[in-house]
């Protein structure tokens, strides 16, 4: 999910500022605009511009289609939008409008963050263990106290170990065997439905990936792998229960089952194995999504088996990272809190994605074809409940038990 930031002009008479914006890289022909005393932002995917003006404006906020807007106006011809945005005070000259910056923040605000970040001892986050703080417009959101998706929202402030704790805690906190039970007795077939899909990666033909747009320097060879175990379980578990058509929803899907993407906890801490990655997706995909199906577990695994020893399983799996940012873009369309997903999801595809997309890049085919073996590894039930003191055995025998007598309903 990459936002480009476009060319602008901006322009006032007495009434309103006028913001002309260059839609030219505009994937959508739907804009939404928000303005609110001096914040001013204009989301048309993936072109966002926000802007911090000198004095206040009238509140505005409108999601409809570029030709339609009451407030603004599209050229066509030069594929131009110029939102047109009214001044709280008649009159009132904005000083300044021809050096502004695309920034959500007043530099003053800017600075204070900035020092902000000097003085504290930042944890490092990210696939590459960033101690970049975190951006503007993300660290004003986080203020505002709307996160979404996220369990861990400032990763600098809390140490790695810390955030590996909390996953637990909250993998604990999240655990419900009634309905751990309604899937394992799948009494509609919801979870045999799901689990016979085949997963579109698998099947259909996938175009050659182009260069990724990360250009830093490659992330450790055991972290990305263990990152990537997440991903692939994540994102093939939700084409399963989706039946290959992803939805607004897919997304919080996705990264709610990806430890490392949702606690910013490290892909393989010191002193775990890639076995204790596939523990950590068994038990998010037992206490977050619908379908808590042990069963679905293990036939995600047979799928990524079968898709890594693909003579072309690196394209597909780079594909796999171009469908999860269409996916990302969707998320935000469904939800109220638009640009706070959005916010979210680029931090989760900066810190995460990008840089496994460049690590995929640069892998051969023998290092992707390597991994096969990771998915051969058999899950045990007891390891997997624990901690936690999820007796999934005993449930289940409750279960049948409880079957045989007439029984159902675990919710």
């Known amino acids: 999910m990459q936002l480009v930031t476009p060319s602008f002009h901006v322009e006032q008479d007495a009434s309103f500022v006028h913001v002309s914006i260059s839609c030219v890289d505009a994937k959508v022909a ?23 003006l000198p004095c206040a404006v009238e509140s505005m906020s409108e999601t409809c289609a570029l030709t339609s807007s009451p407030h603004g106006t599209y050229d066509p011809k030069t594929q131009t939008f110029t939102v047109h945005i009214k001044k709280r005070v008649h009159g009132e000259h904005f000083p300044g409008l021809e050096a502004l910056r695309p920034q959500i923040l007043s530099d003053n605000e800017m600075a204070q963050l900035e020092e902000a970040s000097r003085q504290q001892g930042e944890h490092p986050y990210g696939l ?19 996160v979404p998706i996220l369990d861990i929202v400032d990763p600098t402030v809390v140490p790695l170990a810390e955030r590996s704790m909390r996953a637990e805690e909250l993998e604990i ?8 039970l309604d899937s ?10 799901a689990m016979h899909v085949v997963p579109a990666l698998l099947r259909k033909d996938v175009p050659q990936g182009t260069q990724p747009a990360w250009a830093g320097p490659l992330p450790p060879t055991e972290q990305a792998q263990a990152c990537l175990v997440q ?5 093939l578990y939700e084409m399963h229960v989706s039946s290959n058509e992803a939805s607004t929803e897919s997304a919080w899907t996705i990264c709610k089952l990806c430890r490392s993407l949702t606690c910013f906890s490290e892909p393989l801490p010191p002193g775990t194995d890639v076995q204790d990655v596939l523990r950590w997706s068994f038990r998010r995909a037992l206490t977050y999504p619908l379908y808590r199906s042990w069963a679905l577990c293990e036939r995600i695994c047979s799928d990524a088996h079968e898709l890594f020893n693909l003579p072309d ?28 997903m959005e916010l ?47 007796d999934l055995e005993a449930w289940e025998a409750a279960a049948r038990e409880a079957q045989e007598h007439g029984e159902g309903g675990f919710v």
């Not at 991903?231 to 994102?235: E, K, R, S, T, W």
Request: charged fraction near 20%.
């Open 173 to 180: 906190q999240k655990w419900d065997e009634g309905m751990y």
């Open 344 to 390: 979210a999801l680029q931090l989760v595809w900066d810190a995460w994605l990008a840089p496994l997309e460049s690590w995929i890049h640069a892998a051969s085919d023998d290092d992707i074809k390597a991994m096969a073996s990771i998915w051969n590894a058999r899950m045990s039930k007891d390891a997997v409940g624990t901690p936690g003191e999820w």
């Open 128 to 146: 590459m263990s960033s101690h970049v703080p975190l951006s503007h417009a993300y660290a004003a959101m986080m203020r505002n106290g709307r």
């Open 184 to 193: 394992y007795v799948d009494v509609d077939g919801d979870v045999a439905a």
């Open 231 to 235: 991903v692939v379980f994540a994102y």
């Open 313 to 340: 399983a690196k394209a597909r799996i780079l594909h796999m990272l171009r469908d999860m940012d269409a996916i990302f873009a969707l998320a935000p369309t469904g939800t109220g809190l638009a640009e706070p």
């Open 30 to 52: 739907e804009v939404r605009i928000v303005a609110e005393e001096r914040t001013f932002g204009c989301f048309v995917d993936p072109v966002y511009l926000p802007l911090n």
